[in-house]
């Protein structure tokens, strides 16, 4: 019982974490595109320091669970993990600087239709009529919401479309590239290794993207010492962020299922929406509010729905298992397999 509750208590621990964090990095972010001009940069600067507190964190011991040796095998499989998350925090990055944090919510919030889509083209999964009903209400929603959103941008949705086609490739692989990693390496050891090896992939990303010309040469340091304090006190409080969201999210797929991370980012976006609403301003009217609304709700509905159908699962499976075995121990011993 003793062990029970310190698992829930674990788990709370984790879901707050993992909220604040979430919350936290987005208006951080939010703040960083719109001063910054040189996100790759920024990017990089962001995984670097992450990484040297998780290894602080680690030195002093702050960790409950240090990190295993490090082995050279374990950074070349999670490259294309950090390739994702690399592609990830660039969209998002591009995107914040052009709309606001409520549109890229609804961007995100519109992922489990396009998950829906192409998991029935490449697994040939079959999703009922009820799902597929709230998950094309949710894009109905997300279509209202960008009517009336004042920062409109066909560049900003552009690269919010981008970041959206790169949550719903991580909903469908991201999790099957760690999952072996998860068992030869803690939370905090995963976090550092995905910091570390984006930096090569987030360098190979501002070749490609020929920001890397428009980098203060050798000194790239001298990015950082340009900064007002405003907006180093800003960059350092993200960089804490990314700290604790790799961990409390890498902890909670450990103690609980996909599903119920899911459940959690959706409240979270909510929270980030009112935060969004007070420290950056509403950029939508009553017609776009009402999007929104239509969009949030399908969301927590569809949550609802999978949650409801897992569990339904779940209960099969066991009434199945138990039928198994009541067969089994109704046979006369002679015939009962060994």
């Not at 692989?173 to 930096?199: D, H, P, R, W």
């Not at 920001?211 to 007002?228: H, K, Q, R, V």
């Not at 109704?330 to 397999?337: F, H, T, V």
Request: glycine content about 8%.
């Amino acid at each position: 019982m003793l062990g029970l509750s310190r698992t829930h208590g674990a788990i709370a621990l984790w879901v707050v974490l993992q909220g604040c964090s979430s919350v936290g990095l987005i208006m951080c972010n939010r703040y960083l595109a719109l001063y910054l001009h040189q996100s790759i940069l920024t990017l990089m600067f962001q995984n670097l320091f992450a990484t040297l507190l998780s290894l602080t964190c680690w030195a002093i011991g702050v960790n409950s669970k240090p990190m295993n040796p490090w082995k050279l095998q374990h950074f070349f499989r999670v490259i294309p993990l950090a390739c994702l998350f690399s592609l990830l925090l660039f969209t998002s990055f591009r995107a914040l600087s052009f709309v606001s944090v409520a549109t890229i919510v609804v961007f995100r919030n519109s992922s489990p239709f396009f998950t829906a889509v192409a998991d029935r083209f490449v697994n040939g999964t079959i999703i009922s009529s009820r799902e597929m009903f709230i998950l094309i209400m949710l894009i109905v929603g997300a279509f209202i919401f960008s009517y009336d959103d004042i920062t409109f941008s066909v560049v900003g949705y552009g690269w919010g479309f981008a970041n959206l086609l790169c949550n719903v490739v991580a909903g469908m692989f991201g999790k099957s590239f760690a999952m072996g990693l998860k068992q030869e390496q803690t939370a905090l050891g995963l976090s550092c290794y995905q910091n570390i090896v984006s930096v090569f992939t987030l360098t190979t990303l501002s070749a490609a993207t020929g920001e890397i010309w428009e980098w203060p040469g050798w000194n790239l340091f001298s990015y950082l010492t340009a900064m007002d304090s405003t907006a180093r006190g800003v960059f350092l409080m993200s960089c804490l962020w990314c700290v604790t969201m790799g961990i409390a999210t890498f902890e909670l797929q450990r103690l609980v299922p996909q599903t119920t991370v899911t459940v959690c980012n959706v409240t979270y976006k909510m929270i980030t929406l009112f935060v969004n609403a007070v420290v950056f301003g509403n950029n939508v009217g009553f017609i776009g509010l009402f999007g929104l609304v239509i969009a949030q709700a399908s969301a927590c509905v569809y949550m609802y729905e999978r949650m409801k159908g897992a569990l339904k699962k779940d209960d099969n499976a066991s009434q199945s298992d138990s039928a198994s075995l009541g067969e089994t121990g109704s046979r006369p011993a002679s015939q009962q397999e060994i």
